[in-house]
């Protein structure tokens, strides 16, 4: 599976950025698929996961009730809609993708990732 991640930019703090990963290959029912973000000098973080069937999700406190991760199985596509983003939601934005089942906040844990996005959100 190879993932291609799209949708970063510059957006003022307050504002939305919607991330799209698409994904290249078969997505079998027990995928799951994240996002993670790093930050410059910090340790890549678990932002949001999404389970391929069944669509349970699971995401960071930081996060929650302004980020909303969702899937389109007939496109192999998850998305990461951001609002009322800050800015220390600035980072570079990775997808990725789990084999096994669980929706893991580990980086560790997955298989497979996307090339990164630049978000970037001023003050």
């Known amino acids: 599976v190879q993932l291609q991640a799209s949708g970063g930019g510059l957006v003022q703090a307050g504002g939305s950025l919607r991330l799209s990963c698409a994904a290249s290959?078969?997505?079998?029912?027990?995928?799951?698929m994240a996002w993670f973000r790093q930050a410059p000098g910090k340790e890549r973080e678990f932002v949001a996961a999404?389970?391929?069937?069944?669509?349970?999700?699971s995401y960071a406190n930081s996060v929650k009730g302004r980020f909303t991760i969702a899937k389109d199985n007939a496109k192999n596509t998850v998305y990461l809609q951001m609002n009322s983003l800050k800015p220390e939601d600035t980072a570079v934005y990775y997808c990725?993708?789990?084999?096994?089942?669980?929706?893991?906040?580990?980086?560790?844990?997955?298989?497979?990732w996307g090339q990164g996005t630049q978000v970037t959100v001023s003050s």
């Open positions: 290959g078969r997505m079998f029912s027990s995928y799951v």
């Open positions: 999404i389970a391929w069937s069944g669509g349970a999700t």
């Open positions: 990725a993708g789990r084999r096994g089942g669980g929706l893991m906040q580990s980086p560790s844990e997955y298989d497979y």
